[in-house]
Every structure is written in C-alpha cells, then in structure tokens.
C-alpha cells in the first residue's frame, strides 16, 4: 500500500492513454457572471509622486478591485492577485496606453479567473520615478526605488486578505493558504521580486553582477552605497514605519516614507506567475523560492530573455543587469523546484509549442516556463505577447500630460514631430489590435498556468488533486461486468464497505457521484452515457481503488 497523488492515480488508471483533468471547476469558466467591487483600499502608504510639486512623499490610498464569480457557494477558493504593467508612472507620462488596474489585460485575467471559481484582485500600487531626470544614474535610481515600493505594496495587498479573514469573517470566500502572485510587464517585475526576495540584504548583496543596486556617491570608482536604504525606504515588508534621518536621496529630513499596514500578518504566498518582465537578481533564487511560472517572448523588446542590461522603454537608459525566464528556468531546474510539474509529464498542445519554441530560442525546455514565439507583422516585428487592447477614441487621463484628448490624437513622445498617436504608435506591437486577438492570446496562457497552478497551490481541477490518497490493490474490488451495456456490479472482496463512487470519462469529465453507499456491494448504473471507456474510483475506508470500464 502507498499513498500517491491523485493526478498520479489517474495515470496509471488511463494506462498513459491521455493525461486528464476533469471536474469543470478552475479549468473551464462555469460561472457566467462575474461580481467586482471596486475601489477596495488595501493599506495606505507614501507616494513620491508628487514630491516635484508638494516637496514631500504624502499618503496615498492603496487600492484594488476585487472580481468574484456570481452565484458560487464555494467559501474557501484560491485567490489570485494581478499586477499591471505601466514601468511605476501613469499612463501616457509612461509612453503606454496601460498603467492602472483598470487596464483591458488586468481586467480579463481577473474575469477569466472569476469565471473559473477563483477570486481575483486587480491590485493599483505606487507609482513614481522622474524620467526626466538630469542624469542616467538619477533616472535608474528612482526606477529602483520606485520597483522596491511596488514590492511593499505587493506584500500589503496579501497581508490584507488575511487580515480580511481573520478579523472581517472572509468577506470574498478565500483559502489564505492558496495565494497566487500574477503580473504581466512591469508587474511581473514585482512579482518576481516578491518570489526573489526574502531579506534586505540581497539587495546589496546582488551578485550578478555584483554590486548592481550600489551608488558611487563619493565617486571614487567603486560603488558603495545601496540604491535602497531601509532608513529612507522602509523594511522589505511595509511593516515599519519609516521617516527619513536626513536629506537624502532627494527627500526632505523627517520625510515619512513608509505606513506600516497589517503587521500582524503574512505576507506569504504560493505561486508567482510572470507574463514578461525579468528577475532583479538570480541569485534571489533557490530550493526554498514560491514556484514560477513564466511566460516571456523569446524576442521580447522590453526585458531581457535570458540575461543582459534592462533598458527602460520610457527614456531608453540602461538601469541593471536582470535575468529572464530562460535564466529563471536553468534555475528551478537546477533547484528542483519545477520538479512536481515535471512528475506529471504535461504532454497537450500549448505545452508542446513551448517547448518548440524553447528550443527555437537554442535552450532546453524547463517545465513552468512558456516560451513565446509570435510571427512577424506586416512591419517585420515580432510582436510579443499581445494581451492588451483599448478604444482609440477614448480619452486620456484628464491629469496626464495629454489632458484627456483621446489615445487617437495624443501624439506619443517618440515621434519628435508630434504626427504620431499613442494609438498609430500601439499599432506597431499590436497590429489588427482587438479584443478577440488578446483574449485569444490569454486563453493559451491560462491553458497552460491553470493545471500547474492545480498541482502547486493543491486544489482539485478537472479530477486532480494534490491530496493524499491510498491508491489500494486492484484486487480489492471487483467490476462486473466490464464491457457493460450499463449496469455494473461493484463488489469487494474482503467484504469492505463501500463509501462512494466517482465515475470519469477517458477525457476527463466528471460524470456520476454516487455518494453515503456504506455497502460491501453497489450496483453502478451508466445507462444513457455514450458508448467509450470511462475510469471508476470506488472510495474504501482506507484507500481507493480505480479502474477502467469499456460502456459498449
């Protein structure tokens, strides 16, 4: 007797015929209607973004909006926190037509979760850095402060969940032992960061390169003075209350840089899921890391795959050396952490097309990693992962620089002659941009993120669950007969009782529950189900035991 997975069991029961996930729940949208409540303020904390004009950080509510699926009754579900894109400044200062929890990619992650029986947050964070800065290494040091208070905003909006729980009665229905981290662009760089960073002190003490977030201040030539201090910045947590000692790092002395917000909690979480961005050092990583699940563009523009200088698409400055999913994968490999996805062997499509594309980009294949090959434009360019999508005539933020003119008028920095829109300018990375092409293009990525995300954060999809269960001798039960017109005989043979029975198309597909049977003996009835192989799992007190039946 041995206790083994249930996605293992349904394995072995299907002789390797297909690799199956049923039960609609989590991999298929069952629920039609999606509820969101809007505006939900997680914490509180500094923002600098307004420093140019007040001189000082000032409080800013944090904020999120929270997406569940109408007419659940489930009260304990995974719960999944996005992150948007938009390089830590608003739209349209940021050169993007993103930047807010209201963008179209964070929208639809969060529907698409809703719909499945997760709950999602759609979470804003600080924004704030000055592009315009007179120097390069003033440019990349307030990008690098800015991406640390990402970090803090990050782990404020976990903490806040489980305050929700433990102290407002779950108001949202979740498992705070089942937290999923997902960022795409900007945010998957804050993602990673929060799966990376355990202590201050990796920071400074980065290693490749080495010595990549210190400042030369004395000018010497060699850096000595961490890009983050936690006396200006805060603790890695958020946890602290922080007023800076000095003038420093162009704040004002007694500056308060840092609220402290759900102290009491974890900030904790299961599984980081990146679509684009990049790791700010790898050595961040290691067997204990939150597993990854990256998804990248093997040409992407704006991070580096692999390994190489990130070059910020706002100013085009060069900021640090940072690692990609290529780099992210060699180590989960090497670390074993990607080693419960790879037990299960993933064989379906989408899985396939990234190991294609993984060996397109001249690497191994490393399980949890999507590699993304798009075909080229009509311009030539590659486009990436397109997940984003918006209205042309739709106006822009009446604070931004563009004063609410709508994207199709805006003109877009890189054109100098200001002929070229924010929308023409989009259209170069997303050519026939629509709706139905984004969403597409979601879809495969939750095809290939939900059933690794089943196996991590142990919840049952489609059939398969991570909990333990007896796998028990064959011989235990017997199905007569077996082929069946549709009326089997289940027995035990050492006059066991029999506690229920689940019945699983070879697809996968729950079909019967027959439950509270409490009998050495139960009669299956199949009658009216289409002729084909199904797999039986007959529940005992100590295990359970599942086999094939042929329905002719």
């Not at 990549?212 to 201090?229: A, H, I, R, S």
């Not at 396939?352 to 399980?367: D, I, K, L, R, V």
């Not at 011989?475 to 029975?501: A, F, K």
Request: glycine letters at 8%; charged letters at 15%; aromatic letters at 8%.
């Amino acid at each position: 007797m041995k206790k083994i997975t249930t996605h293992l069991i349904f394995l072995f029961c299907l002789l390797s015929v297909v690799q199956v996930f049923a039960q609609d729940r989590y991999v298929d949208e069952i629920f039609t209607d999606v509820s969101v409540t809007t505006d939900v303020t997680y914490g509180v904390n500094a923002t600098v973004l307004l420093v140019p004009i007040v001189g000082e950080a000032v409080p800013q509510a944090l904020q999120m909006d929270v997406y569940e699926p109408v007419g659940d009754t489930e009260t304990s579900r995974p719960l999944v926190l996005v992150f948007h894109t938009g390089n830590f400044l608003p739209p349209v200062t940021n050169a993007q037509i993103a930047g807010t929890k209201a963008d179209s990619s964070a929208v639809e992650i969060c529907k698409q979760l809703a719909r499945r029986g997760f709950v999602a947050a759609s979470v804003d964070y600080r924004l704030g850095w000055n592009p315009l800065a007179e120097t390069q290494p003033e440019r990349a040091l307030g990008l690098i402060q800015a991406a640390y208070r990402g970090l803090q905003d990050g782990r404020t909006a976990i903490r806040y969940f489980r305050k929700s729980v433990a102290e407002d009665g779950n108001p949202y229905g979740i498992d705070d032992t089942k937290i999923t981290a997902w960022g795409n662009g900007t945010g998957g760089y804050l993602v990673l960061g929060l799966a990376g960073l355990s202590f201050y002190n990796e920071i400074p003490l980065a290693s490749n390169p080495a010595g990549k977030f210190l400042l030369d201040v004395n000018m010497d030539g060699t850096p000595e003075t961490p890009m983050v201090v936690e006396a200006y910045h805060g603790d890695i947590e958020g946890k602290v209350l922080t007023v800076t000692p000095d003038g420093a790092f162009g704040l004002p002395a007694g500056d308060t840089t840092n609220y402290p917000n759900h102290v009491d909690y974890s900030s904790d979480f299961n599984l980081t899921v990146n679509v684009g961005g990049a790791l700010g050092d790898i050595s961040w990583l290691d067997d204990q890391t939150v597993p990854i699940i990256a998804v990248q563009s093997i040409d992407d523009q704006f991070a580096p795959y692999d390994d190489a200088i990130l070059i910020v698409p706002t100013t085009g400055d060069p900021i640090v050396q940072v690692q990609g999913l290529q780099s992210i994968g060699a180590a989960q490999e090497a670390s074993g952490i990607n080693q419960p996805w790879k037990d299960f062997g993933f064989d379906d499509a989408v899985t396939m097309e990234a190991q294609a594309n993984a060996a397109t980009a001249g690497h191994p294949y490393y399980e949890g990693c999507y590699s993304w090959k798009s075909p080229n434009n009509s311009n030539n360019i590659d486009e990436g992962v397109v997940i984003n999508w918006w209205d042309p005539d739709a106006a822009t933020p009446a604070t931004s620089p563009c004063m609410g003119l709508a994207w199709n008028q805006c003109p877009h920095p890189t054109d100098p002659s200001g002929m070229t829109s924010f929308h023409a300018s989009g259209l170069l990375l997303n050519e026939g941009m629509s709706a139905e092409k984004a969403r597409g293009n979601i879809a495969k990525i939750m095809d290939y993120v939900i059933p690794r995300a089943c196996i991590t954060l142990d919840i049952e999809c489609n059939g398969v669950t991570n909990t333990n269960e007896v796998l028990l001798d064959a011989r235990r039960v017997e199905l007569m007969p077996n082929p069946t017109l549709g009326s089997i005989n289940i027995s035990t043979s050492n006059s066991d009782q029999i506690e229920h029975v689940e019945v699983y198309s070879i697809e996968g597909k729950l079909i019967s529950v027959d439950k509270a049977i409490n009998l050495a003996q139960h009669n299956l009835n199949l009658y009216g189900q289409a002729p084909g192989i199904y797999v039986v799992k007959v529940y005992l007190a100590d295990g359970v035991v599942a086999k094939k039946v042929m329905l002719k």
